[in-house]
């Protein structure tokens, strides 16, 4: 059963289409991308999968169901913008949002302090929110959004304020809700936790779908057509305007996109002209940062 599905789902403002005849499925137990520029109709598709916002054509479906009330206890949603009472101190409102989704109270305070501790805030959970920092809110929030034990995670821009550490914790109890059978929906500009996490994704811009499907199999469709290299030397040797196309630096390890028909042993050969010492040269499926840019640039173009 597909955990959700929407139906050439539209939702306008006036005049302008903020999502345009949307559909796409999301297997239940799959961790699940959207993607997108800023303005892209992400965060509205979510409200609408949530039912704060209401379709003006086609339909969403939730674990089989129409959307309902019932469909909103069945999953857990943390929006992008902080949505916590500033003056509540912690235990107190994750056991008041953990009771507004049917926990009794007692229940709802021991998850509470379970998570807490979990998440390295439990000397934390007498304090007001307003005193904690932006990355501790944001741990608060996810918690809000887990503590009742949803079948459908809706995470929009998680890792939001996190620092490395914190946000490689949010990652791996986000596979474990996922190995316990939750589906997760991930709205994230970090490339490099959806490549790390996610089953398949959705790329939207300007409110229609760009490209959708299996990520493993939408990466092998691109070829190996990108070189990574780490070096010690002269980037000079990346002049090479009728083999390279672009290239996408970290310093002294860069990424370097062929053009069609390129020889990536030519850039090898450069290298060793000009004495650079390489470390590393490899093959590879084009980053999925490669692959958004792309996309989106085709469709500006």
């Known amino acids: 059963m597909d955990a959700v599905s929407l139906e050439k789902v539209t939702k306008r403002y006036d005049s302008f289409d903020a999502v345009s005849s949307l559909s796409m499925e999301i297997k239940e137990g799959a961790v699940f991308g959207l993607l997108g520029p800023n303005g ?31 469909t909103q206890e069945l999953i857990g949603y943390l929006p992008e913008e902080r949505g916590l009472y500033r003056h509540m101190r912690l235990l107190e409102i994750l056991r008041f949002l953990g009771a507004l989704k049917g926990l009794p109270e007692a229940e709802a305070e021991r998850r509470a302090r379970l998570w807490l501790e979990r998440l390295g805030l439990s000397d934390r959970m007498n304090d007001e929110v307003h005193n904690l920092s932006r990355g501790m809110q944001q741990k608060v929030q996810f918690i809000a959004a887990v503590i ?51 089953d398949s994704i959705c790329l939207m811009n300007k409110g229609q779908k760009l490209l959708a499907g299996d990520l493993k199999v939408i990466k092998r469709s691109y070829g190996n ?31 370097i996109t062929l053009r ?42």
Do not use: W
């Open 225 to 255: 057509n990108t070189v990574r290299m780490e070096f010690a030397g002269d980037p000079v040797f990346l002049q090479l305007p009728g083999i390279i196309e672009r290239t996408t630096s970290y310093g002294e390890m860069v990424d």
């Open 148 to 198: 009742h034990r949803p079948p459908l995670v809706i995470l929009d821009e998680p890792f939001t304020g996190l620092d490395p550490v914190n946000a490689a914790v949010i990652k791996d109890v986000m596979l474990e809700l996922r190995k316990q059978g939750a589906t997760i929906i991930l709205s994230t500009h970090r490339m490099e936790q959806v490549e790390q996490m996610c």
């Open 40 to 70: 892209a109709g992400k965060t509205t598709t979510l409200r609408m999968i949530v039912r704060i916002l209401i379709p003006d054509e086609g339909s969403v479906r939730v674990l089989g169901q129409p959307l309902s009330e019932r």
């Open 260 to 301: 069609p028909g390129g020889d990536a042993q030519q850039i090898l050969k450069s290298a060793v002209e000009r004495g650079v010492q390489v470390r590393r040269f490899e093959l590879i499926e084009p980053p999925l940062n490669d692959i958004f840019i792309q996309k989106i640039s085709e469709r500006h173009a």
